[in-house]
């Protein structure tokens, strides 16, 4: 991940005030919003890092032939990676 998960909690807690500030959300419970935003924030940015999990275990079951044409492990990592990008429609 990017950022540390104390910045996302931080991150969280200043979007939950500006949310209330602004009046676009009202509630009793600002530790459980802030809790929930900062959950959705951190599987949002723990997407890429499962997207690199993936690719990581596909090519590991191509690596003999991989290895026999000759093709870059960077340059599959980046196709594998793009294919599942678009599979999962995520924004990297």
């Known amino acids: 991940m990017l950022f540390s998960k104390e910045y996302v909690g931080y991150l969280a807690r200043e979007t939950v005030k500006k949310l209330i500030a602004t ?3 009202e509630t009793s ?3 459980g919003v802030t809790e929930k935003v900062n959950a ?3 599987d949002e ?3 890429e890092d499962r997207i690199h999990d993936e690719v990581r275990a596909i ?3 191509y690596s003999d032939e991989m290895r026999k044409s000759g093709a870059s492990y ?3 990592f980046k ?4 294919e599942l990008v678009r599979k ?3 924004v990297l």
Request: charged share 30%.
């Open 23 to 25: 009046e676009m959300i």
């Open 29 to 31: 419970d600002v530790a």
């Open 40 to 42: 959705a924030m951190q």
């Open 45 to 47: 940015l723990g997407l």
């Open 59 to 61: 090519l590991e079951q």
């Open 74 to 76: 960077q340059e599959m």
């Open 79 to 82: 196709k594998v990676k793009n």
């Open 88 to 90: 999962y429609k995520a």
